[in-house]
C-alpha cells in the first residue's frame, strides 16, 4: 500500500492536477485522495494507465467522488436488513449508468444473494452466506451488468467514511 500511496502521490504531474491528501485503506486498493480535476473519467484512465506501467498489469479503476459516497452512506440502503454473522453487505459500482432489463429486486435461484436497488451505477446487494458455501454472487452481477464493475462491503464503504 506504501507503493500504491507513492505511485498516486508520483501521479500528479501526468495526470494534469495534483493529487493531495493521499490515503489507502487496509490492502484492499481503496485510494481516497483530493484533486481539482472533476473529469472522472480522465481521473480512471490516467489512474489505470499509471497503475498498469508501474505494476505491469492491467488495473480498472473506479473513481467516485466523495459527494456520491457520502450520499450513499447516509441513505443506509441496508437499514431494514437483519444483519447477522452470515450476511454480507454489498455495494457494486459500475463504470456506466447500467442497460440491464433486468427485474428489481432480483433474488437468485437458490435464495442466497438478492439485488435490492440499482440505481445509475450503483448496484445494492445482499448475500447470506446460511444458504450456500459456495457464493456465485459476483458471476451473476457481471452477467447481468458486464465485467467493468467493482464490489464493495458495506462495511468497507464505512471505513472509508471514517477517514474521509
Known sequence: MAELRATFAGLSGSAGAKFEHIIT???SGNVIFQ??????????????????????FLIPTHVRPTSMLMELLASDPFKDINITKNIRCYISFL???????????WTSED?????LQVHQKIIVSVLD???TDTPKAMGALEKMYGKDIT??????LKRIEAKL
Not at 480535476?37 to 508501474?54: A, G, P
Not at 463504470?95 to 429486486?105: F, G, H, L, V, Y
Not at 464490489?151 to 468497507?156: D, I, L, P, S, V
Open 111 to 115: 435464495l442466497s444473494f438478492k439485488i
Open 129 to 131: 452466506l446460511s444458504i
Open 25 to 27: 485503506l487496509l490492502n
Open 95 to 105: 463504470r456506466n449508468p447500467t442497460t440491464s432489463k433486468a427485474e428489481i429486486p
Open 151 to 156: 464490489t464493495r462491503n458495506w462495511n468497507t
Open 35 to 56: 484533486t481539482k480535476t472533476t473529469d472522472t473519467e480522465q481521473l480512471e484512465t490516467t489512474i489505470s494507465e499509471v497503475l498498469e506501467r508501474t505494476f505491469g
